[in-house]
């Protein structure tokens, strides 16, 4: 189930707010620039799919958004628990970070935690199957696919080199929660 939790940015124990409401989630995110939705395929899709079934299941909802946002590229990324690199891909995303471009994720299958540190405040966001984020450019953030990495993503980007992290040299995001193997 996706979640939100909002910390003070000094308090990492203890949440300000917690909901796995969807509506609530967008609005409590709305006002710092964060766009959160739910998409639902247009035909049934699985990971293991090859990216042009999985774009075509989505594509109403990738148009729209590509046309929206002016979009030059839009791929899918799967991630697998026994991916032999799985560590060092968790850890390339475990520090504060910003981008110069939106950074836009849309989860197909599996979950990733996004973490939000904006002004004194600390965005927790569980993303799950059929939820989309759009994370404004200079936010700083970190993003955390947990130690058994499991899910299938499409990226929106509006540079051609695709993510490229600018990195706070921070050490926040060791305060915060991690995700752990069931979700939490």
């Not at 990495?149 to 980007?157: G, K, L, N």
């Amino acid at each position: 189930m996706s979640r939100l939790r909002i910390f003070a940015e000094d308090q990492p124990a203890t949440p300000l707010l917690a909901t796995g409401d969807h509506e609530r989630i967008a609005a409590e995110l709305a006002p710092i620039g964060v766009g959160f939705e739910q998409w639902e395929a247009a035909a049934p899709v699985a990971p293991g799919d090859s990216p042009e079934t999985i774009l075509a299941a989505y594509r109403a909802d990738i148009d729209r958004l590509v046309a929206e946002r002016g979009f030059k590229s839009v791929d899918v990324v799967s991630i697998a628990p026994d991916n032999p690199k799985r560590e060092e891909m968790r850890a390339k995303f475990l520090d504060e970070h910003f981008h110069k471009e939106d950074e836009v994720r849309f989860f197909v299958a599996g979950s990733g935690l996004f973490t939000l540190h904006v002004g004194d405040r600390v965005y927790e966001l569980l993303c799950e199957a059929g939820d989309l984020v759009s994370v404004p450019d200079a936010t700083t953030h970190w993003f955390d696919m947990g130690p058994e990495p499991s899910f299938v993503a499409i990226r929106f980007f509006t540079e051609p080199d695709g993510w490229v992290g600018h990195f706070t040299g921070s050490d926040i995001a060791t305060r915060f929660p991690r995700l752990e193997p069931d979700g939490n």
